[in-house]
């Protein structure tokens, strides 16, 4: 389960780093016939703006978005407690993004107090609320998630990130008739909420009801970018009886994301099951070659060689996947008959 609703806010960070861009020229002396070069980089700029405004929060906050993406999490997080040591009252956004800074170093304890210590300030706040109940949500802290989630609701009846989230809480809690009204509360508030339909593809997959098609064929429309999504609903087409329209999405999935093992792995078990043994062994093997740990590659390519009747090649593959997954009794078996 993904918890990783695209809360509101995320859009401002572009926003606010055009700006301090823009800043930093005026400071530097950009167009204005000043002698010193510019620094190439936006990290270099906003660092270059920093050492000419050091009380400016809103540099710091900048210069943490930056570090974010970067994946230096620790160096955001000091960046954004420099940001609230300077206005801690103004900015809730700053004590999310600490939050989400610890939580990407696994401080989850740090991270629930950055997230608190918002909500104290700004009790009313629907993004810190929805933050808060995010992480609970990842914590596993189900009741204090939906307590938060209640507040929001009360505050906008129709929030849909708020409904995103309940979805994920009812699911994991094993009500899967409400997961899916919380799911669909949520994109009909939001018709481009992509995650929402991709839930719902899943959710409704996992329950056998063939609709799942039309919310994955929705996911898609939004982003074609994310191979999970014509994965799932390959899947999906094949589960209820479309192996031939399964295989060709499996086909252009390979196709578009040449490094997306799963795709490798689930086309050659339908080649296979198809009778196309021959291709399902050089499937299983550009699984392999993409994911060379994986136990079960090595096990399905063993059966697909042993009915092409190469007995070496098939052993070979089974101790092979034996060495990796010591567990995998069907391995065990199997080789125990050649």
Not at 136 to 147: E, G, K, T, V
Not at 200 to 212: P, S, W
Not at 235 to 264: D, V
Request: proline share 5%; aromatic share 6%; charged share 20%.
């Amino acid at each position: 389960m993904s918890s990783s609703a695209k809360l509101p806010g995320c859009r401002e960070h572009l926003f606010l780093i055009i700006s301090v861009l823009t800043l930093v020229s005026i400071l530097t002396g950009c167009g204005g016939g000043g002698g010193s070069e510019v620094p190439r980089t936006p990290l270099q700029q906003i660092e270059t703006a920093i050492a000419s405004e050091p009380n400016d929060d809103s540099l710091y906050h900048a210069l943490s978005v930056l570090l974010s993406e970067a994946g230096r999490h620790g160096e955001a997080g000091e960046a954004l407690l420099r940001a609230l040591s300077i206005d801690s009252t103004r900015r809730p956004e700053y004590h999310i993004a600490l939050s989400q800074a610890y939580l990407m170093q696994a401080e989850s304890r740090k991270a629930l107090d950055a997230i608190d210590a918002a909500l104290r300030l700004f009790p009313n706040h629907i993004p810190s609320l929805l933050e808060a109940a995010r992480l609970r949500l990842i914590l596993q802290q189900h009741i204090p998630a939906m307590a938060l989630l209640d507040k929001v609701f009360l505050r906008d009846p129709s929030q849909p990130d708020a409904w995103y989230l309940a979805g994920h809480l009812f699911l994991e809690m094993g009500d899967t008739a409400r997961a899916v009204n919380a799911y669909q509360k949520a994109v009909d508030t939001r018709p481009d909420m992509r995650n929402a339909w991709k839930q719902l593809g899943d959710v409704l997959t996992a329950l056998h009801i063939e609709r799942a098609i039309s919310y994955y064929d929705n996911a898609l429309r939004l982003d074609s970018t994310e191979p999970e999504l014509y994965h799932n609903k390959a899947y999906a087409l094949n589960l209820f009886g479309n192996r031939a329209e399964a295989i060709e999405l499996f086909r252009q999935l390979c196709s578009r994301f040449p490094s997306y093992e799963p795709g490798f792995y689930h086309l050659a078990l339908l080649l296979a099951e198809s009778d196309s043994t021959q291709a399902a062994v050089e499937h299983f093997g550009v699984a392999i070659r993409l994911n060379p740990s994986e136990a079960g590659s090595y096990l399905q390519r063993a059966k697909a060689l042993q009915k092409l009747g190469d007995r070496p090649g098939a052993r070979s593959d089974l101790e092979t996947a034996l060495r990796l997954d010591p567990g995998l009794e069907e391995a065990r078996v199997l080789l125990k008959s050649l």
